[in-house]
């Protein structure tokens, strides 16, 4: 089992629609949960970073850990096309381990 | 551009050869990681830097790997006598690392593609 399991999709939506995405991980130890959005051929870009359990809003992207359930969301809403990438979740014990990061979910958002 | 900077962004090698790729950090970041990402997959981690020392590497990182931080700033990663297998994005990504909680967060390049052929 991975540590960080996360559906790959592809998942399609239409434009304004809300998206949800989804990772579960394995390990209690980790604390410190981020989102990145990665377009294609291009490296991650850090959409959202949270730490421990809770909910964190940043314009239209809600980013939420449920430590309890080790679950992991990043909601957009109001979708747009250029939100359409590879959304990966990543989670780390401390600052001095490296990420883990799961496959990535394709989103496509059609207009 | 004050971001990550990778270089080459793309380079195919026949299987046998050796190649270097460089990574730039953001400017003052002192904590560099290089990953791999394969087709599909996300990034897994390779080793990191905390200024010029080298303080992990991941049991992927064969002997025939090496990677390098001479003076805290740019890092190269060599492979040699590539393989097939080495095909891959290879990410760089930067942190100003303090201790406090802002500082997990990781600004990744934009990548070398790697193709072995």
């Known amino acids: 089992q991975k540590e960080v399991e996360q559906d790959p999709g592809p998942l399609s939506v239409p434009e304004g629609a809300i998206v949800s995405l989804n990772c579960t991980y394995s390990?209690?130890?980790?604390?410190?949960f981020m989102w990145y959005r990665q377009y294609s051929r291009k490296g991650p870009e850090l959409l959202m970073y949270t730490y421990s359990s809770g909910n964190k809003e940043d314009g239209r992207f809600t980013a939420q850990v449920d430590k309890s359930s080790k679950y992991i969301s990043l909601f957009i809403r109001d979708s747009q096309p250029s939100d359409s990438a590879t959304y990966l979740c990543a989670t780390t014990p401390s600052g001095n381990t490296p990420l883990v990061f799961g496959k990535g979910t394709r989103l496509s958002v059609i207009a | 551009d004050t971001g990550v900077s990778q270089d080459p962004r793309h380079k195919i090698t026949k299987r046998g050869q050796n190649v270097t790729f460089r990574c730039d950090p953001i400017?003052?970041?002192?904590?560099l990681y290089w990953y791999r990402q394969t087709l599909g997959q996300g990034p897994e981690f390779l080793t990191y830097?905390?200024?010029?020392?080298?303080?992990?590497k991941s049991r992927l990182l064969s002997d025939r790997f090496s990677a390098e931080r001479p003076k805290g700033s740019f890092s190269t990663l060599e492979i040699q006598r590539t393989e097939q297998g080495d095909s891959a994005m290879y990410l760089c990504?930067?942190?100003?690392?303090?201790?406090?909680?802002?500082?997990?967060?990781?600004?990744f390049g934009p990548g070398t593609r790697l193709t072995v052929t």
């Open positions: 390990n209690s130890a980790f604390q410190y």
């Open positions: 830097f905390q200024n010029e020392a080298q303080l992990e």
């Open positions: 400017s003052e970041h002192n904590r």
């Open positions: 990504a930067s942190v100003a690392f303090t201790g406090g909680r802002s500082s997990y967060e990781q600004y």
